[in-house]
């Protein structure tokens, strides 16, 4: 293995070690700025730590070329592996592959926000049909400690049942000095100090704007379908729920760091 075999291979891993390192930086820019999920978790800390073995490639080319004095050695077989380098073919496979990474990337972040969206319906079902009983209590609202108490221990029961359900709610609409709020009552959310007294102010659920006209449209309209949304690793489930006159919503959310697309 002479110097001239020795500078050209360290030339080849150079460059492959750059262009795996833009692709590296372009994928996780893309990653971090859009909140894309798309890979399990042991892949995801796989790809964060082949950071340290690109950067382990580069090192070690540079310290062969500079051992092997790589400008005065291998002066003209660079000049020949840069003109076959710098290929027109090439360079136009090289920046097709930046189109095909976000696109790869996109659509794994798509499918694992369906792929939630289907687990979290499923859950819904189950709470709505499996449990009608307790769904029929929730329905029965009146703001008071009764309430409230009852619907921690339901949402608890319901919460038990299967050791990946999603966080669960129940959105009711009521009125504070004749101006309508959403009120969110959660499993663990309830704590009344001795001698204080009970607020609805307490349990109001902060909402977007967007989120408020779905809520107005459910109580006040006749609209019972879903509202799905997810956005950086959130995704929430909005699910009414009616009998007769009274409506809730059970409001489903879950959040997770990984994606689910990959093994």
């Given at each position: ?106 659509s794994g972040d798509y499918f694992t926000s369906v792929r939630k969206k289907n687990m979290l319906i499923q859950s819904a079902d189950s709470v709505v049909k499996l449990n009608e009983n307790i769904s029929d ?127």
């Amino acid at each position: 293995m002479d110097n001239k075999f020795l500078v050209k291979l360290s030339n080849l891993i150079g460059s492959i070690s750059i262009i795996l390192l833009v692709y590296w930086v372009f994928t996780f820019i893309l990653i971090e700025i859009f909140g894309l999920k798309v890979f399990r978790e042991n892949l995801t800390s796989t790809f964060y730590l082949s950071i340290l073995g690109i950067l382990a490639l580069m090192l070690g080319a540079l310290i062969i070329n500079i051992m092997f004095n790589m400008t005065r050695i291998a002066q003209k077989h660079n000049a020949d592996v840069e003109r076959n380098f710098v290929n027109k073919k090439i360079i136009w496979t090289l920046l097709a592959i930046f189109p095909l990474i976000a696109i790869l990337l996109f659509s794994g972040d798509y499918f694992t926000s369906v792929r939630k969206k289907n687990m979290l319906i499923q859950s819904a079902d189950s709470v709505v049909k499996l449990n009608e009983n307790i769904s029929d209590q929730l329905l029965n609202y009146q703001f008071d400690e009764n309430y409230i108490q009852k619907t921690k221990k339901n949402l608890e029961l319901l919460s038990a049942t299967d050791k990946n359900f999603p966080s669960i709610a129940v959105i009711v609409k009521d009125s504070i000095d004749d101006s309508p709020v959403f009120l969110g009552f959660k499993k663990d959310y309830y704590y009344l100090p001795k001698d204080s007294v009970l607020r609805k102010v307490d349990y109001i659920r902060k909402t977007t704007e967007d989120e408020r006209k779905y809520l107005h449209s459910v109580f006040d309209g006749n609209n019972f379908g879903i509202r799905y949304s997810s956005y950086n690793g959130n995704y929430e489930l909005f699910y009414p729920y009616l009998k007769g006159n009274k409506k809730i919503i059970f409001y489903l959310s879950d959040y997770q760091n990984y994606g689910k697309v990959g093994s």
